[in-house]
């Protein structure tokens, strides 16, 4: 739990590592996931490092396995467990059987290609030879052209008229006959004839709409025209007998073709499937394996190389926690190589900033997210997520309190926690899916405190639950309430003076007064909630102020910031209580009565507005004696403390750099000069800083106050929506009749749909944003800086769970994201 309230600590680590012994080492570190490398060699061109022909040699192997992978029919199963790294020998072998079955692989899909093209081919002849015979055999054609037929150099001649044959793509036929009726004057004569069936592209697998065609003309050179046109239009064009004996005898060879070739792609086919199926058992592991490979000499190329010691060098952010791990990887590695030199590992002394890391688990990791998304925690400050997940789910349920749509939200984010691993497994690009399983907890603690805080309010689907009974007495008659619907709750006849023993008494539910009664007791505990939020956070600065040995700011920041919370808006709540325990209706005097109760906010504008009240009997102007003079001077300190969280800071930092401006002028009277213009500062931009950051803090201390009132806002949308569904919707359905009992299936259906839909989905992600801006704005803004950046360590778990994101390799053998 250290690590998540902050950041751990990191040390910068110098790696001294044989050439023979680095693979197996970084190996154990990818594995490991504890080591941020940084570039030694940043201006050194990507094509000059030294391990880049490896790493075009991964990116070759990964390319020819996601060709492979692309051919199988299905998804390859998950990859086996890795036994180790692979020795070179290993590497050369694996890289022989992939360029041998890819080559398998293209020779059979060449030849089925090949195989497919000479089927479609067949399938065409076929179709013309039979739809040749009809134009042959229409006697209106025979009526145009002459009826004599003599052959020659396999063209045919009808008389003095030539005819050629062939099939054109569907979509060109209109184009096709106009252009041939251009090119002859209207000398020829065309007949069509569409295929029934569509054919497959042997290359795409598309569907093909193909048309037959005969073109009868006269003369060599309108055939030499014809030839040109149909080359130009992409027909294909097949030698046709003009004899019908002719005709059946080619078309009986070419129907045993089509039946020889049809055997020939089946067993085709089955070898082809029989080969890619022996693949796919291990192409996933394959792939993990190439991918680690490429990913450990991405990383090596990031070294450094010691000409004269021979040794690679690598400079790595480390948990301190983790480095003895790093030191097991070096060994690992020697022992690997059996090098007599051993790996060396020291720490670097360093003025920069580290990366945050904050250790989580698959629970902490939705919450840290939340943080993260706002900024990275700089290094070592305070980590909000701690706390997160506890107010996160909190004042989410006050504004979205109701029991039953508490449970179908636990229930859904429970389905997904009982059933993690199996939908880990499933891999999918839909984000939706991916953001709320990636929330699952959050959504579970949300659902859990819905439910409580719905209980709480005493709502269930917009319905009270009477569980304890009552706290009110009926007073009324049937002639007093001629409607039989409202009642008002008068505490001082109603009320037994015994309070319900958890939560709302049901009985509001059916008071005429229950809105007024839950708007101010909602708006109220919003405020409250708010104030303890913001006070909580304006607290957490000290722990950062005491980490970082910046005492001084305890006092002239943090004392100057919590009083003048406290002093305004913590005595604001503190009227509240006094108004909920001081006045009652049982109250022997008058003046404490419930008609004498003040307004909060009215004697809140009143003190800050330095205006005085008059008693009005039997109803006293204030509610304690001494309370004006209290709150004017509660006022007055609040003001005071504006000037010291202006001028503190600024003045702080004047006195210790004239402080060290003496101490330096002592010094160089010693003779020992030192250098100060590091030391000097714009005391002009600090001061504008620190009244930036004072007017933001007083009008932030207001506007955040009454931010918090979204809690009611949404509270009361929330159970009003709730209300209408109910009411509107499913009081439709209910009766007693037999239509009525069928009636209520449909608008069971239509409630429970608008329930999810508008309820459960819109108004929980509106309550979602809302609490995540109360998190990020008024709550983070108080101690939270956010000025740091993401430890990212060499890891093959997150380079092999970001698949989507392929780690490729430009033309100049470079290597990047």
């Not at 920041?557 to 009083?563: A, D, K, M, S, T």
């Not at 992600?765 to 803004?781: G, K, P, Q, Y």
Request: aromatic content about 12%; charged content about 20%; hydrophobic content about 45%.
């Amino acid at each position: 739990m250290g690590s998540m309230f902050r950041s751990e600590e990191m040390v910068l680590c110098q790696l001294f590592v044989q050439p023979e012994a680095a693979y197996v080492s970084m190996y154990e570190l990818g594995e490991a996931g504890i080591a941020q490398f940084r570039d030694l060699n940043p201006h050194v061109n990507d094509f000059q490092r030294r391990y880049v022909s490896e790493v075009r040699r991964c990116s070759e192997m990964e390319r020819k396995l996601r060709w492979v992978a692309g051919e199988l029919p299905e998804p390859p199963p998950p990859p086996k467990p890795s036994k180790g790294s692979l020795s070179p020998r290993e590497i050369n072998i694996l890289e022989e059987r992939i360029d041998y079955i890819e080559s398998e692989i293209q020779e059979i899909t060449r030849n089925a290609r090949n195989l497919k093209s000479d089927y479609l081919s067949l399938i065409e002849f076929r179709t013309l030879i039979e739809k040749t015979q009809t134009f042959f055999q229409d006697h209106s054609a025979q009526r145009k052209i002459s009826a004599s037929v003599q052959i020659y150099n396999n063209d045919a001649v009808l008389g003095h008229l030539g005819f050629i044959a062939g099939v054109v793509a569907t979509h060109r036929v209109p184009s096709f006959e106009k252009m041939l009726w251009r090119i002859s004057h209207g000398n020829i004569f065309f007949k069509q004839a569409q295929l029934e069936k569509p054919l497959k592209d042997p290359v795409t697998g598309h569907e093909l709409l193909k048309t037959v065609f005969v073109v009868f003309f006269h003369g060599e050179q309108i055939k030499l025209r014809v030839k040109k046109v149909c080359h130009g239009f992409k027909a294909t064009l097949y030698p046709c007998p003009a004899t019908y004996k002719d005709q059946q005898d080619m078309l009986s060879g070419v129907v045993s073709r089509i039946r020889d070739l049809e055997i020939v792609l089946e067993q085709t086919e089955q070898h082809r499937h029989l080969v890619l199926a022996n693949i796919a058992r291990d192409l996933s592991t394959w792939m993990v394996v190439v991918r680690k490979e490429k990913a450990i000499y991405h990383t090596l190329n990031m070294f450094s190389m010691d000409i004269v010691k021979k040794c690679l060098i690598a400079e790595c952010w480390v948990p301190k926690k983790d480095v003895h791990l790093v030191n097991k990887a070096l060994d690992e590695g020697v022992k690997a190589t059996g090098s007599p030199i051993p790996s060396i590992l020291h720490y670097v002394p360093t003025c920069e900033t580290p990366p945050t890391f904050n250790r989580t688990n698959k629970f902490t990791k939705g919450f840290q997210n939340l943080i993260d998304s706002y900024g990275i925690a700089s290094y070592r400050e305070v980590n909000p997520a701690l706390y997160t997940i506890i107010t996160f789910p909190f004042l989410f349920a006050v504004m979205f309190g109701d029991v039953g749509h508490g449970i179908l939200m636990t229930a859904f984010a429970a389905i997904l926690v009982i059933f993690e691993k199996k939908f880990l497994q499933i891999k999918t690009d839909n984000e939706i899916w991916n953001i709320f399983f990636g929330g699952r907890y959050i959504i579970l603690l949300m659902g859990i405190f819905s439910i409580y805080t719905g209980l709480i309010y005493n709502d269930m689907f917009s319905k009270s639950l009477n569980i304890f009974g009552s706290s009110w007495r009926n007073v009324y008659s049937e002639n007093m309430l001629p409607n039989h619907s409202m009642l008002e709750l008068d505490p001082k006849t109603a009320y037994i003076n015994t309070p319900y023993p958890f939560g709302m008494d049901p009985i509001w539910q059916f008071a005429s007064n229950n809105i007024i009664f839950l708007n101010s007791f909602k708006m109220k505990l919003s405020i409250i909630f708010g104030v303890i939020h913001m006070v909580f956070g304006v607290t957490m600065s000290v722990v950062n102020f005491n980490f970082f040995r910046k005492s001084e700011m305890i006092l002239l920041q943090y004392v100057p910031q919590i009083l003048f919370l406290l002093l305004l808006f913590w005595y604001l709540c503190i009227l509240m209580f006094m108004k909920w325990t001081m006045y009652s209706a049982f109250s022997e005097d008058p003046a404490y009565g419930t008609s004498c109760a003040p307004s909060v906010l009215i004697i809140f504008i009143n003190m800050m507005l330095l205006k005085s009240s008059v008693d009005n009997p039997p109803c006293r102007a204030f509610m304690y004696d001494g309370q004006n003079e209290l709150q004017r001077t509660f006022l007055a300190l609040a003001f005071l403390c504006i000037p010291v969280m202006l001028l503190g800071k600024p003045v702080y930092k004047i006195m210790v750099a004239r402080k060290r401006k003496q101490y330096q002028e002592t010094v160089e009277d010693g003779g020992t000069p030192e250098n100060n213009a590091h030391g000097k500062e714009n005391m002009g931009e600090v001061l504008i800083t620190q009244a930036i950051h004072t007017i933001e803090y007083v009008l932030g201390a207001v506007s955040h106050t009454a931010s918090y009132l979204r809690l009611w806002a949404l509270s009361l949308a929330h159970a009003q929506l709730s209300a209408v569904l109910w009411q509107r919707v499913l009081r439709m359905g209910m009766g007693t009749s037999l239509l009525a009992s069928i009636k209520l299936y449909v608008v069971f259906a239509v409630w429970a749909f608008f329930t999810l839909a508008i309820l459960v989905l819109m108004e929980g992600l509106s309550a979602f944003l809302h609490t995540l801006r109360l998190h990020w704005v008024e709550f983070m803004s108080k101690f939270y800086e956010g000025q740091g950046y993401a430890f990212t360590p060499f890891s093959f778990s997150d380079i092999l769970e970001h698949d989507d994101e392929p780690i490729t390799v430009e033309s100049n053998g470079g290597l990047h994201e």
